[in-house]
């Protein structure tokens, strides 16, 4: 009797460990064969997705490649000729180390990138650049070049910018700095290249100093110029010529160019009635080149950075008559000869007022109340190494400035008491930095920033406001820098050093066409697909 119940009991054991058994091999069956769907399915969908891209118009696929980074698009460029060729062909800019044995890969180079339109060529100063060959080859591979950027290419002489330019006839900006060439290259190119708008020369070795210096310009270049940029030149004025007859100019900045500019300034104005923009640092100019610049009636930026020599007189004449000026940078070097008479004339004449920048200039209440009172539109202001700017011009300000938006204010005698004015004043403010002011404590910027949690204050950090209209100037050197306000004030962006040297902006764009091109170019295929199916 027992041993039946037993022998039962070891039968219903059996039977259920080969149920189990039968159970997980039905298990590890179901899923394998789900584990094989699933790859199936992957790699039907991935095939799919190969078929789409396969057929993407290769417009389409150059707009993917804008919006990627440098080496997004180097990746890509690996993945198929077809790749390789779109995401050469689609580049536009293009930045290349510019020393000698560059000269045997011209050929291949240029042949993967046969559409590019803005080219850098920079070298390191301790090279051995391109030379003249060099620089004939590229331009015969790019004889749509619009943008040149020519950094210490020392070797390429005078005949190889004329190669160039005979070429290059659409070119329409040029920027070359700490090149040999002389003046007869730089004509080179003004003869040869009617559309140029921009030109920007730096340091330029070749150029001859004194009277045996050869003139450059004007050319057939001067028609179309807008933009003209010196800087660091030892004989700036041979470029005279062109600047005479540009008449259609409308910026023209001088940095560190010698020789007296006062005596060519009336030619100028006399024949360039156009002009909007002049920046001018460490140049020779007294109130008579001043008196002169009055005489642009279209100004609407003046940037006077280190000209000892300009005084109250030159800045009344020109507020006087350029009654469009919008910007005003000062850097007056602390030699007192432009203060409170200057800037009255100022708030008196040039209402239109929206930026203004005083760096060692000691204005008063009376004169800055006046600006905050007249110039309604004020936005940005700064106040740099002033020894007369303390609480009570900074309570002027917050009381009267009922536009600003930015304030700076660096070295001067201001303590918490006028960060406390700044509490209840200024509407419109939304950034302050506070940088060397010994008397603002940083519980006093805590307290402002208590009291008005919306402000941005930076005390003493070193840090830069954003992107500046100065270019280079005494601004710049004390941290001071305003961004363009209206986006019709933002210049034509330099010669990027890679292919993703675009503006955020630019980047957006080509994101937003190429995801559009693709999102039209999907649905159309999809629904051929769906037609064809049906």
Request: hydrophobic share 35%.
């Amino acid at each position: 009797m027992g041993q039946s119940v037993s022998t039962a009991k070891l039968t219903s054991r059996r039977d259920c460990n080969r149920s189990q058994r039968s159970k997980s091999k039905s298990t590890a069956l179901i899923g394998q064969m789900q584990a094989e769907e699933a790859e199936e399915v992957e790699r039907n969908s991935i095939d799919g997705l190969s078929d789409i891209i396969s057929v993407l118009p290769d417009e389409c696929l150059a707009c993917i490649f804008l919006s990627l980074t440098p080496g997004d698009r180097k990746r890509c460029s690996l993945v198929c000729r077809r790749w390789l060729r779109i995401e050469g062909q689609s580049r536009h800019r293009l930045s290349l180390n510019a020393q000698s044995d560059l000269h045997p890969l011209i050929p291949s180079i240029f042949s993967r990138f046969d559409a590019v339109t803005k080219l850098a060529l920079k070298c390191d100063r301790r090279s051995v650049s391109i030379g003249d060959e060099a620089l004939d080859q590229i331009s015969e591979h790019c004889r749509n070049l619009t943008r040149l950027k020519l950094r210490a290419c020392r070797d390429l002489t005078d005949a190889g910018m004329l190669a160039f330019a005979k070429n290059c006839k659409s070119l329409k900006k040029l920027s070359c700095g700490s090149c040999t060439f002389g003046a007869k290259g730089m004509n080179a190119v003004l003869d040869h290249c009617p559309a140029l708008e921009e030109l920007s020369v730096k340091r330029l070795r070749g150029i001859t100093d004194g009277a045996a210096a050869e003139p450059i310009g004007p050319g057939v270049a001067a028609a179309s110029l807008k933009s003209i940029c010196l800087k660091e030149l030892y004989n700036g004025q041979c470029f005279g010529p062109l600047i005479v007859g540009a008449k259609n100019l409308r910026s023209l900045k001088l940095f560190r160019c010698s020789g007296d500019w006062d005596k060519l300034f009336p030619l100028i104005v006399d024949r360039v009635t156009g002009i909007v923009e002049i920046h001018m640092e460490r140049i020779q100019v007294s109130d008579i080149g001043l008196t002169a610049i009055s005489n642009c009636l279209n100004l609407e930026i003046l940037h006077l950075v280190k000209t000892p020599e300009c005084t109250n007189v030159g800045l009344g004449s020109v507020a006087e008559k350029c009654r469009l000026l919008r910007k005003l940078h000062i850097d007056g070097w602390k030699a007192n000869r432009i203060g409170d008479q200057g800037l009255i004339a100022v708030a008196k004449s040039c209402l239109n007022l929206q930026e203004l920048v005083l760096i060692g200039v000691n204005p008063t209440k009376i004169s800055l109340e006046m600006l905050a009172s007249n110039c309604q539109n004020l936005e940005r202001l700064a106040l740099c190494g002033s020894d007369t700017v303390g609480d009570a011009e900074i309570s002027c300000i917050a009381l009267k400035c009922i536009a600003l938006k930015k304030l700076c204010i660096k070295s001067c005698p201001v303590s918490d008491n006028g960060m406390e004015a700044l509490a209840s004043g200024c509407p419109n403010l939304v950034k302050v930095k506070v940088k060397k002011c010994r008397g603002v404590t940083s519980e006093g910027v805590e307290w402002l920033r208590t009291n008005r949690g919306s402000l941005v204050i930076n005390l003493d950090t070193g840090e830069q406001l954003d992107a500046s209209g100065s270019d280079g100037g005494g601004a710049q050197d004390n941290g001071v820098e305003f961004p363009p306000m209206v986006a019709s004030q933002i210049g034509a962006p330099s010669i990027a050093s890679s292919s993703t040297g675009r503006s955020t902006s630019h980047k957006l764009l080509g994101l937003l066409s190429g995801m559009s091109l693709v999102a039209c170019t999907l649905r159309r295929f999809g629904n051929s697909n769906g037609s064809s199916q049906s």
